[in-house]
């Protein structure tokens, strides 16, 4: 089995980036290696535990030229990933999704996609083909056997991921199930946890993952407060109404409740180069009470910035 981290974010993928890092240590402009990008709020699924259930308008997206503009000075700041996100809305429903997807891969950006898979026997093998890797958010069992895996695998390196919230029925069994459907195609699962939810129910999925063991594993996240907030310049995220935010997963955390402040819009796309050159990266000051998106990253470049006494006793 292949390893299992490069499924996942982190400082295991952070340290390669040391170019970047020099950049923020030294303060100087630069923008995210990698985005999160938004680009509609409509979806075809009405999941329950979904992070985007409260978004109440979900007819906007976002127009192409402003996509092209925001590509543009990102690139030119140095971006090198771009995740077409299904953590609110259905990305493939973009009315421009085949057009904005080979624009970002002529232009020479990585590319990904998570989305509930529904969509994608609607979608040619060719853009398909430009994404570096597939995650497909699975409901349940039957939805898992309503998608080609078949076909995707021979296009690119696809996954899945699966959501268990307290309160469920029959979550042992639900677990099993799924991991057998998993185990017979030979497909890697990641199995996270619908937040809020206890420390007893977290602890009791992660065992269940472990014991049954691949291709699924349980999505490790730190939890707590991150000691800074840092990541608009490594992996921010822009929204449908062509918002930039500094990480996406703020809606993820308990207290927003699905919901994204609007202390947590950074700017609009229309003036993303001139907040970029005037904002080097920094500490923005946000202290959520789970850091969602990246405490490991979060505290290295804090680490990174304040220094530690008696750096050379590693």
């Given at each position: 089995?292949?390893?299992?981290?490069?499924?996942?974010?982190?400082?295991?993928?952070?340290?390669?980036?040391?170019?970047?890092?020099?950049?923020?240590?030294?303060?100087?402009?630069?923008?995210?290696?990698?985005?999160?990008?938004?680009?509609?709020?409509?979806?075809?699924?009405?999941?329950?535990?979904?992070?985007?259930?409260?978004?109440?308008?979900?007819?906007?997206?976002?127009?192409?030229?402003?996509?092209?503009?925001?590509?543009?000075?990102?690139?030119?700041?140095?971006?090198?990933?771009?995740?077409?996100?299904?953590?609110?809305?259905?990305?493939?429903?973009?009315?421009?999704?085949?057009d904005?997807?080979?624009?970002?891969?002529?232009?020479?950006?990585?590319?990904s996609?998570?989305t509930?898979?529904?969509?994608?026997?609607?979608?040619?093998?060719?853009?398909?083909?430009?994404?570096?890797?597939?995650?497909?958010?699975?409901?349940?069992?039957?939805?898992?056997?309503?998608?080609?895996?078949?076909?995707?695998?021979?296009?690119?390196?696809?996954?899945t991921?699966?959501?268990?919230?307290?309160?469920?029925?029959?979550?042992?069994?639900?677990?099993?199930?799924?991991?057998?459907?998993?185990?017979?195609?030979?497909?890697?699962?990641?199995?996270?946890v619908?937040?809020p939810?206890?420390?007893?129910?977290?602890?009791?999925?992660?065992?269940?993952?472990?014991?049954?063991?691949e291709?699924?594993?349980?999505s490790?996240?730190?939890?707590?407060?991150?000691?800074?907030?840092?990541?608009?310049?490594?992996?921010?995220?822009?929204?449908?109404?062509?918002?930039?935010?500094?990480?996406?997963?703020?809606?993820?955390?308990?207290?927003?409740?699905?919901?994204?402040?609007?202390?947590?819009?950074?700017?609009?796309?229309?003036?993303?180069?001139?907040?970029?050159?005037?904002?080097?990266?920094?500490?923005l000051?946000?202290?959520?009470?789970?850091?969602?998106?990246?405490?490991?990253?979060?505290?290295?470049?804090?680490?990174?910035?304040?220094?530690?006494?008696?750096?050379?006793?590693?």
């Open positions: 089995m292949e390893d299992l981290k490069q499924y996942q974010p982190g400082a295991n993928k952070l340290i390669h980036h040391l170019d970047h890092l020099k950049l923020i240590k030294e303060g100087r402009v630069c923008g995210a290696i990698h985005l999160s990008f938004w680009p509609n709020a409509n979806c075809n699924l009405n999941c329950s535990y979904c992070c985007g259930r409260n978004v109440m308008d979900r007819s906007k997206e976002i127009n192409f030229q402003e996509y092209d503009d925001m590509l543009e000075v990102l690139i030119e700041k140095g971006l090198m990933a771009l995740e077409f996100s299904g953590i609110i809305g259905e990305p493939t429903l973009w009315t421009h999704f085949d904005g997807v080979r624009l970002a891969w002529e232009r020479g950006v990585s590319l996609l998570i509930n898979g529904t969509t994608l026997k609607n979608i040619p093998d060719s853009t398909l083909k430009m994404f570096k890797w597939i995650r497909i958010s699975i409901q349940s069992p039957q939805h898992f056997e309503s998608i080609d895996f078949g076909r995707l695998k021979e296009l690119t390196r696809v996954s991921s699966y959501m268990l919230a307290e309160g469920e029925e029959d979550v042992n069994k639900k677990l099993y199930n799924m991991y057998k459907k998993i185990e017979d195609k030979g497909i890697i699962m990641r199995v996270a619908a937040r939810c206890s420390y007893v129910f977290e602890n009791h999925i992660r065992h269940g993952v472990h014991s049954l063991g291709p699924m594993f349980f490790e996240k730190p939890s707590g407060k991150a000691l800074g907030c840092y990541m608009a310049w490594v992996r921010g995220a822009v929204d449908w109404n062509g918002y930039f935010y500094p990480c996406p997963a703020i809606q993820l955390n308990p207290e927003y409740n699905g919901f994204i402040p609007e202390k947590f819009k950074l700017c609009h796309i229309s003036n993303l180069e001139e907040w970029l050159d005037k904002n080097p990266p920094k500490d000051g946000h202290k959520c009470t789970f850091c969602n998106c990246g405490k490991e990253n979060n505290d290295l470049i804090h680490t990174l910035l304040k220094g530690v006494e008696d750096v050379d006793f590693v």
